[in-house]
C-alpha cells in the first residue's frame, strides 16, 4: 500500500458515512466516498463545509455551493493544480495520485542522467502525472478524450510554469491514437495510463476496463523504445484486484525487457483517525535500470 502522505495544500480530514471532509486549500468540501462505510468522526468543520456534492435519489448528483469561489489553486510541490467543482463530484485533481507522481519524477530524473526521456500519458485527465514527467524534464505526449479537460491540463501547466515544456496535447480516443503512433513509427521509454471502468471516445467508441485492458496493453507495449523505463496502470474499477494488471504487466513486459512487477492500493491518510482511506490502485513495471556511464 501507498499513502500519498506528502501533501500540504490538500488534507482528507475526516471521512464516514459515505463521505469524505476535504480541505482543498482554504476550501472545505465534502464529497461521497463509497469505501468509507463507517460512522464519521467528530471533526468539527463537518458543519463548516464551504461546498457539499450531494447525490440525488434518481442518480447523478450536484453541488451545494454554500461560500466558494468559482476556482482557485493549489500546489504539491513544484506544482500548481487548478481546483474546481465538476459533475460527478469531480475536482480537477486525483490527490491519491501524488504517489504516482514521486514516482515518476525520481524515475524520469534518475534516466536523464545518461540520456533523455519520452513519456505516454493516456486516459491523461487534468495531468498530474504529465506535469511530474515534464517537471523531472521528460517531453511527454498527453491524451485524452476530452477537449475541456485537455484545456484543464494546460492550464494547470501554465500555473505550473511548464507552459513552454515539451508536452504534446492530443484529443483523440487513446486507442486509436496508438495505433497510429504504431504506424508512424513512434517510440516511448514510459507509458502511464489511467483507464475508465467505463467510458466512451470522441466517436462513441465503447470501454470497458474488465474487456479492453489486456488487448489496450498489449498495444501499448508495441509503443515502448529499446530500453523502457516503466508502463503504470491505474485503476478504479470495482471488482478489479491490484493483483490483476500486476498479471497482464508481467505477461506483456516480463519475457520480453524483465525488470519487476509491483502493485497495491493508493491510500489517502486521514488526520481524524490517523488511519488510511483506499482510492483505487496502481500497478507498475519497472525496467532494469542501467548505471549512468
Known sequence: MWRADNWKEYELLDCGGGQRLERWGKQILIRPDPQAIWPRGEHPLWNRANGVYRRSEKGGGGWEIRSLPESWPIQ???????????????????????????????????????????????????GGATLAAAAAGASVCHVDASKGIVGFAKEN????????????????????????????GRRYDAIVMDPPS?????????????????????????????????????SYTTGISPATPAY??????????GGRIESGELLLPVTQSGLGLPCGHTSRWIGQERPAL
Open 157 to 184: 501547466a501554465r500555473l505550473s510554469g511548464l507552459g513552454e515544456a515539451p508536452i504534446r496535447y492530443i484529443v483523440d480516443d487513446c486507442q486509436k491514437f496508438i495505433q497510429r503512433e504504431i504506424r508512424r
Open 248 to 257: 497482464l504487466l508481467g505477461l506483456s513486459l516480463l519475457p520480453r525487457f
Open 76 to 126: 504539491y510541490e513544484n506544482l500548481t493544480f487548478q481546483i474546481r467543482p465538476m459533475g460527478f463530484k469531480h475536482t480537477g485533481v486525483f490527490p491519491e495520485q501524488a504517489v504516482n507522481w514521486d514516482f515518476i519524477r525520481r524515475a524520469v530524473e534518475q534516466r536523464r542522467r545518461r540520456k533523455p526521456v519520452s513519456l505516454l500519458n493516456l486516459f491523461a485527465y487534468t
Open 198 to 234: 467505463y467510458g466512451r471516445g470522441p466517436s462513441g467508441e465503447v470501454w470497458k476496463f474488465e474487456e479492453n485492458i489486456a488487448p489496450f496493453l498489449d498495444l501499448c507495449v508495441q509503443l515502448l523504445s529499446d530500453d523502457p523505463l516503466f508502463v503504470v496502470i491505474n
